[in-house]
Each structure stands twice: as structure tokens, then as C-alpha cells.
């Protein structure tokens, strides 16, 4: 069964524009992490926010996490024709056994 | 450094026929998983490996799916009789830490 459910299942913006992306999940986590998929290609870990961390920065990228609504949100600032991809966040709901569940994807689409 | 190498690339197979892929993972990576991607879902995790030992294959039809990974190093992933339904992509990832996991280009398989 899948742990994360993205929203919005699709996004459609113009080059420049901010991309937003949530995710939410089911269980207790130790970390969560956010994957970009291009078309046809392997996945490119983003980034990891642990569950005692709130916000995290990473160039362009930022995410944020609400655990106690059991959600977060990567936000892709000034977004480029190269950042159309799918994006998954996975979740490791139990500590220590980094068995990853991923969720079911936001597919951005940057227009230039 | 070299990445995760998975092959092959493609493979088109009649159902109930059999298959394998294999898997290198990036040298030193204690951790090796094995995912199937459906065509528009996340990866669903089928079976995670720490050095040559199962951690978790809890999802693994084993019915029909085997995997195994020699000398800690080196997996393959075998599909004995093949159905339709598994049609997908099979990553293959690596972890030297369990904390980010680095993907393979994936291996195709239609299953006709």
C-alpha cells in the first residue's frame, strides 16, 4: 500500500514561476525524503528531513514538515524547463530499517 | 563514481516465460533494494538486502519472484512464470547508509 499520497497529482506552470508539491502520510516516520524522476530515468534524491527537523533548504528547493499533521511540502522556486520531472516523496515509517515507501507522484510540467 | 548499473535496459517477454535482471550496485553500498514501478504509480518496494541477508521482502510475490545477492555485492531478480501484470520498470537501488538511496536506470519489462 502506498504511505505518501502527493498533491496535486499534476502541475502545470511557466518557466519562473514557484512549483509547490505536498505530501501526505499515514504512520509515524523517522525521515522522509524527496525524489525527482525524468522521464524514462532512474530517481535523483532531492533531499532528507528528519522528523525532528521542521524546514530545509537545498538551492532552489525547500521543504517543509508538519508532523503533526502528518504532511510536507517541497517548493521549487523559479522553476526551469529542466525541473519538469515527477516528484515522490518516501517516507521511513520505522526507524532503523530505512525500508522506504514511496508515494504516488506530483508530475510537473514547466513551460518555457 | 561509477553509479547503480542494471541490465538489461529492455526486455519484451511472452507471459509465463521467465526472466532475470541483474544489478551492480555502487561499490561499498551495504544496502540494495529492489522496486517495481507500475507505469504512473511510485516505486513499491519488493525486497531490501543488507550485505547478502533479506531485510524485508514482505512484498515479494514469492510465488513468482526470487532475488538474491551474491558475496554481498552483485542481485539479481527473477521472474518465473511471468503474467501480464507485471509489466513495469524493476529499480534497482543502493545505500552505504540506509539514509539515501541511489537508483539504476531501471529495466523495462513487457510482459505480452
Known amino acids: 500500500s502506498q504511505q505518501g499520497e502527493e498533491d496535486p497529482q499534476a502541475l502545470s506552470i511557466q518557466e519562473g514561476e514557484n512549483a509547490t508539491m505536498n505530501c501526505s502520510y499515514k504512520?509515524?516516520?523517522?525521515?522522509l525524503q524527496w525524489y525527482r524522476q525524468n522521464s524514462g530515468r532512474g530517481l535523483v534524491h532531492l533531499i532528507l528531513i528528519r522528523s525532528n527537523e521542521r524546514e530545509k533548504h537545498s538551492g532552489r528547493l525547500r521543504v517543509t514538515l508538519d508532523t503533526s499533521k502528518k504532511s510536507s511540502s517541497l517548493l521549487i522556486t523559479a522553476s526551469r524547463a529542466a525541473d519538469t520531472a515527477s516528484y515522490f516523496c518516501a517516507t521511513d515509517p520505522t526507524s532503523g530499517t530505512y525500508k522506504y515507501i514511496f508515494g504516488t507522484g506530483t508530475r510537473l510540467k514547466v513551460l518555457a | 563514481e561509477a553509479g547503480v548499473a542494471q541490465s538489461p535496459r529492455y526486455k519484451i517477454i511472452e507471459k509465463r516465460q521467465s526472466v532475470a535482471f541483474w544489478c551492480n550496485p555502487i561499490?561499498?553500498?551495504?544496502?540494495l533494494y529492489w522496486y517495481q514501478q507500475i507505469l504512473g504509480q511510485g516505486p513499491k518496494l519488493l525486497i531490501q538486502?543488507?550485505?547478502?541477508?533479506?531485510?524485508?521482502d514482505s512484498q515479494l510475490p514469492k510465488d513468482r519472484f526470487s532475488a538474491e545477492r551474491l558475496k554481498g555485492v552483485d542481485s539479481t531478480l527473477k521472474i518465473q512464470p511471468a503474467k501480464l501484470e507485471d509489466s513495469a520498470v524493476y529499480l534497482c537501488?543502493?545505500?552505504?547508509?540506509?539514509?539515501?538511496?541511489?537508483f539504476g536506470p531501471g529495466t523495462r519489462l513487457t510482459v505480452t
Open positions: 561499490s561499498g553500498h551495504a544496502t
Open positions: 537501488a543502493s545505500s552505504p547508509t540506509g539514509w539515501e538511496q541511489y
Open positions: 538486502f543488507q550485505n547478502n541477508g533479506v531485510v524485508d
Open positions: 504512520t509515524s516516520i523517522n525521515n
